[in-house]
């Protein structure tokens, strides 16, 4: 399980984080909502150990994730797939699906995995020798997506995956998604999809001002008023 | 000498500086790369593999033996050079660790004039490495030969290494995107440290070299050497290492064409020709040669 308490961040004089407060039980698949500069990437930052919260505690399976380096959560089966993609342009898709396991020893699982992200996503499969850079938008995400995989995620943390990517291609992330939940895939989905998110979520949590305003099931969230507000409220200015 | 000869002999000279030139900036491209960090101190490790390599002669023991001792000198200190003055400024700003490798160069410079006093001292290379092969009417320099054939190796070696093996993959990673790297478990510091060992074993062997073709060493004898090194990355384009090396072959070429072409009455002013073509270069291509467009860092 990963438990988010009071968790606080700031960049300098600007907070990010006001206090944020979440659980991801195993098995879930969690949606992270919430207007462009509410903390969504920041919080995930905080669990990848990126940024260093300056209060609150975060914790997996009972480790103390504020102390640990993003290696060492990695190690932890923390995998997250970054917003903005960040595929190594110069490498080929095959070598950005080997470092996705770059820490994993299990030489034959890792064989098996490969077999798996490339039946996931078949048009990587035919592009394994070019370069990343040379990928369009949506195979870039879905590089992106397997080389997330590659880490053995046991905790998936997906920061807007479907940003900015064609409606068809939106769906087939969306499926594989839904896909990696029956699965079992443990999964923190930040989105501003809010429908298609909330559609494969089990529940969910919107952030304003750096802090939780809502949480509860799909349908509950989908229904409240707050939700549209939410998108519409400014981002957090530079309160101390 | 017929013209065909003249222009043999010279592109002997070019390959063989441009050889010296590429082993030195692929250390500084790789560091560059990941860390965005100008190591002038990189030329000083040339220093300290020299002089370790002439003090274990003095003990009486085989060149060869020296030049193990020299090349082991040069990565440790490059590798010690990482631990101490770098890694603490992980993340600070650019000028900041460029600030730093000054420091770094004037400590260990000023520590070879206290241990070494300022004047040179003659560096005894084994007569093989001095002889002279004539080819027709060709004089060639066995060292000329030795250092193209040997830097020829190693950059097959390195292309190897960063195309086939997880840490060399792992460097090409994390120059292109660290925060990424580090998201997928890439041990940063594991990546950093083999890019200053590699990049220091180098430099040492350019320091045997570049001794043995001057006969001496003297405590700032790096300082020559790593601004051709910056020079050349920069042609090539910082941070990329096919870069670095065909902009140390065209700094090489560029340099022996000057020298040849320039009136006695200029050729001490050959470096000014040099960067002078490197303004004109960076104008029309700011990046450099193979250099890309800007990437974001963090
Ligand atoms: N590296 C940074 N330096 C300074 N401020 C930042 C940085 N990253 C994010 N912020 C600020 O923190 C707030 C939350 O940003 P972020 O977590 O990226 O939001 P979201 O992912 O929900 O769009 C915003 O006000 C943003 O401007
Ligand atoms: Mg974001």
């Not at chain 1, 898709?93 to 020893?105: D, F, K, P, S, T």
Request: aromatic share 6%.
């Amino acid at each position: 399980m990963l438990k988010l308490e009071a968790v606080e961040v700031a960049y300098g004089h600007i907070v990010a984080l006001t206090g944020v407060s979440l659980r991801v039980l195993d098995g879930e698949l969690v949606a992270l909502l919430g207007a462009n500069g509410a903390g969504k990437s920041t919080t995930l930052m905080s669990i990848s150990g990126i940024v260093r919260p300056r209060g609150g505690t975060l914790e997996y399976n009972g480790a103390d994730l504020s102390r640990a380096s993003p290696l060492d959560i990695v190690g932890l089966g923390v995998i997250q797939c970054p917003e903005g993609r960040r595929i190594f342009g110069g490498l080929t898709v095959l070598e950005n699906l080997r470092m996705g396991a770059i820490r994993r020893r299990d030489a034959g699982a890792v064989r098996r995995d490969l077999d798996w992200v490339l039946s996931l996503f078949p048009v990587l499969g035919q592009r394994r020798h070019q370069s990343g850079a040379t990928l369009s938008g949506g195979e870039q995400q879905m590089l992106a997506m397997a080389r997330a995989l590659m880490g053995s995620p046991r905790l998936l943390l997906l920061d807007e995956p479907s940003l900015g990517l064609a409606p068809i291609v939106v769906q087939a992330i969306f499926q594989v998604i839904g896909e990696l939940h029956r699965r079992g895939v443990t999964i923190l989905l930040v989105e501003q999809n809010v429908r298609q998110a909330l559609a494969v979520a089990d529940r969910g949590y919107v952030l304003a001002t750096g802090r939780v305003i809502l949480e509860g099931s799909g349908a509950r969230l989908l229904s409240h008023p707050e939700l549209e507000q939410a998108y519409l409220s400014a981002a957090p200015g530079d309160r101390r | 000498m017929s013209a065909l000869e003249l222009l043999l002999q010279q592109l002997i000279n070019a390959v063989s500086i441009g050889s010296l030139y590429a082993l030195m900036a692929i250390g500084l491209a790789m560091v560059f790369g990941i860390l965005r960090l100008i190591n002038f101190a990189h030329g000083d490790l040339i220093m300290v593999g020299s002089y370790v390599a002439l003090l274990v002669m003095m003990l009486g023991l085989p060149f060869a033996v020296a030049a193990v001792a020299g090349l082991a000198a040069s990565t440790l200190a490059g590798l010690a050079m990482e631990r101490v003055a770098y890694r603490p400024l992980r993340g600070a700003h650019e000028i900041a660790m460029l600030l730093t490798s000054f420091s770094v160069t004037i400590f260990l410079e000023n520590l070879a004039i206290i241990l070494f006093r300022p004047t040179s001292r003659p560096f005894p290379a084994p007569s093989v490495l001095r002889s002279v092969i004539i080819l027709g009417k060709l004089q060639v320099a066995g060292l000329d030969l030795i250092a193209i054939a040997v830097a020829a190796l190693l950059l097959v070696a390195l292309t190897v290494f960063v195309r086939s093996t997880n840490v060399g993959i792992a460097m090409r990673a994390a120059s292109q995107d660290l925060l990424a790297a580090r998201l997928m478990g890439i041990n940063v510091n594991r990546v950093v440290a083999a890019a200053f060992a590699i990049g220091s074993l180098l430099a040492g062997v350019v320091g045997l070299l570049w001794s043995a073709r001057v006969g001496k060493v003297d405590p700032l004898m790096g300082f020559n050497p790593v601004l051709k090194a910056f020079v050349a990355s920069v042609i090539g384009g910082l941070g990329s290492l096919p870069g670095a090396v065909l902009g140390a072959y065209v700094l090489g070429g560029l340099e022996i064409l000057l020298q040849g072409l320039l009136p006695s009455t200029l050729t001490p002013y050959r470096d000014a020709f040099v960067f002078t073509a490197l303004i004109a270069l960076l104008l029309l291509r700011p990046n450099g040669i193979l250099g890309g467009t800007e990437r974001e860092k963090i």
